[in-house]
């Protein structure tokens, strides 16, 4: 922490951690946020719930070598761990509580394969192709150089690796970033919090090297949306868009607090992606840029129900625009016609 970030908030992220637990009333967001103690038991909570149930359906299967990027207390390493993956544990932070210390004290006490390694994700020490997974939940958000960091976790995977990234808070505009911070319960303490946009986001990630599975928008997953349960978010889309065919589909253009929740799921190009004319490909881009284009009309639907400032929106209209030719060059490729 810098000496005017230390002026400014004052206590480390595990002193903030430290503090809400000892908060009266607190008790059901300490553990949603798997800060409760004893941690092997928050860490087998997590491995049991839903939000880790429907991530594991996005492994990679065989299980391999994983790299769990930003592991805070450990709990997403022991998940991987626990599912035959040989963890790699990348986290900065020597806490005993919720950084590094905590990761060793788990793999000891769990007898899991789980290595920990303190370093920054945007200088990653490890050889290019190290790893068939990267798995970093809440852990885009953070970093200091987005584009960087999904360019380290492109080189240290291996070609057709996947990269998962869970509970990423997202803002539509630049003025909604301080909105998001004065709501965030630990933020005014630390100081760690940020959001990006979800243009910023895919660019980051695609511009890496990586094709995008799916992007899963807040009210598409439980990995999103637990410790609620899907029978509350129909409830919800019910109350909320009561006249919609797809409640759901209203339900994720209607409820944009700034800070809300993405999943991005990815692989690592096979190949570079423009080098011939290999249809398998083609097609995988193609896929691609419609997951990317679908997202991002979400967004520009939104907008359009409470249309910003004109220079607000034009970026995402940029790059939703961007897609729309990007679908209609691979087509003509697969079709094998001349770009």
């Known amino acids: 922490m810098s000496e005017n970030m230390a002026k400014q908030f004052p206590m480390s992220w595990e002193q903030a951690v430290e503090w809400l637990r000892e908060q009266p ?3 059901a967001l300490v553990k ?9 038991e928050a860490a087998k909570r997590f491995h049991q719930s839903e939000e880790w149930a429907q991530t594991r359906k996005r492994l990679p299967d065989p299980s391999g070598k994983a790299l769990d990027l930003g592991a805070g207390r450990g709990i997403s390493s ?18 005993s509580l919720v950084g590094a210390g905590a990761i060793r004290s788990l793999a000891e006490e769990s007898g899991l394969p789980i290595t920990v390694v303190q370093e920054w994700g945007e200088q990653l020490p490890f050889p290019d192709h190290s790893f068939d997974l990267a798995h970093g939940r809440q852990v885009l958000h953070h970093a200091r ?32 970033l301080p909105v998001f911070l004065a709501g965030h319960p630990l933020h005014h303490l630390y100081g760690g919090e940020n959001a990006f946009s979800l243009p910023q986001y895919v660019a980051a990630i695609e511009e890496a090297g990586f094709w995008f599975s799916e992007i899963l928008a807040p009210f598409d997953s439980a990995i999103n949306y637990y410790p609620a349960t899907l029978e509350q978010v129909n409830a919800l889309a019910k109350q909320l868009c009561p006249s919609a065919p797809d409640k759901i589909a209203a339900l994720r253009r209607t409820c944009r607090t700034p800070g809300r929740l993405f999943t991005f799921v990815t692989e690592k190009y096979p190949c570079p992606p423009d080098s011939g004319q290999d249809a398998t490909c083609l097609r995988q881009a193609l896929q691609s840029a419609k997951v990317i284009r679908q997202a991002l009309t979400d967004t520009l639907c939104a907008f359009a129900a409470n249309p910003p400032a004109p220079s607000a929106a034009s970026p995402v209209r940029g790059i939703a625009h961007r897609y729309g030719k990007k679908v209609l060059y691979y087509l003509r490729r697969l079709c094998g016609r001349q770009s």
């Open 25 to 27: 009333g607190q008790e």
């Open 32 to 40: 949603a946020c798997f800060f409760d103690d004893p941690l092997l």
């Open 78 to 95: 022991y998940a991987l761990a626990k599912d035959g993956f040989a963890v790699t544990a990348l986290e900065p932070d020597p806490s």
């Open 145 to 176: 150089d987005l584009p960087g960091l999904c360019c380290e976790v492109a080189r240290v995977l291996k070609p057709g690796g996947v990269f998962i990234a869970t509970r990423e808070h997202v803002v539509d505009r630049p003025e909604e």
